[in-house]
T-cell receptor, first 110, second 115 residues
Framework: AQRVTQPEKLLSVFKGAPVELKCNYSYSGSPELFWYVQYSRQRLQLLLRHISRESIKGFTADLNKGETSFHLKKPFAQEEDSAMYYCASLSTSGTYKYIFGTGTRLKVLA | NAGVMQNPRHLVRRRGQEARLRCSPMKGHSHVYWYRQLPEEGLKFMVYLQKENIIDESGMPKERFSAEFPKEGPSILRIQQVVRGDSAAYFC?????????????FGQGTRLTVV
């Protein structure tokens, strides 16, 4: 079965420091992977998807098939990046639906 | 476009009561998904519906849970005879279509507490 693993529940970094939020997936085919973000008291929203290879708010994520990883990175963290981050894979078993990791709370300290 | 609207935001029910959670998708979206997030866990898929049809209910518990998306009105997730283990955040998402590149938009969730 497809699975998404986010090993860190909480990640604290200082403002200006680099950030890496880890995500590993288990899927033998070509995965569709996403990062969703939930700011305090707001709804879950799409941050980026691997297929578009874009950078949003300074965040990037590269699919590494050898390591089955899709880590989210930002070179210089900002306080407004503090949020809950969820990595998700698109299941193609039956219908298209997301399989989420357990999430990582990022705290950026002043 | 107001986005996906869920109500109520918070719902408290006593054990044995029924819980009804409502979700109004974004305008123009005919695909609705329900997810449940138990404490300390990720969001887990429950059910996928289109208007008047349940397409995929592979994540729904076999008993007490049901969902509908009528021709008119919001999608409803119904939990009968709630138990403490049903306490969770329930999220609804909608999309204009199904496909690999289709983004789903999420509501703010309903937090159900069973006392």
């Amino acid at each position: 079965a497809q699975r998404v693993t986010q090993p860190e529940k909480l990640l604290s970094v200082f403002k200006g420091a680099p950030v890496e939020l880890k995500c590993n997936y288990s899927y033998s085919g070509s995965p569709e992977l996403f990062w969703y973000v939930q700011y305090s008291r707001q709804r879950l929203q799409l941050l980026l998807r691997h297929i578009s290879r874009e950078s949003i708010k300074g965040f990037t994520a590269d699919l590494n098939k050898g390591e089955t990883s899709f880590h989210l990175k930002k070179p210089f963290a900002q306080e407004e990046d503090s949020a809950m981050y969820y990595c998700a894979s698109l299941s193609t078993s039956g219908t298209y639906k997301y399989i989420f990791g357990t999430g990582t709370r990022l705290k950026v300290l002043a | 476009n107001a986005g996906v609207m869920q109500n109520p935001r918070h719902l408290v029910r006593r054990r044995g009561q029924e819980a009804r959670l409502r979700c109004s998708p974004m305008k123009g979206h005919s695909h609705v998904y329900w997810y449940r997030q138990l404490p300390e866990e990720g969001l887990k898929f429950m059910v996928y519906l289109q208007k008047e049809n349940i397409i995929d209910e592979s994540g729904m518990p076999k008993e007490r849970f049901s969902a509908e998306f009528p021709k008119e009105g919001p999608s409803i997730l119904r939990i009968q005879q709630v138990v403490r283990g049903d306490s969770a955040a329930y999220f609804c998402a909608s999309s204009p279509e199904q496909g690999r590149n289709t983004e789903a938009f999420f509501g703010q969730g309903t937090r159900l507490t069973v006392v």
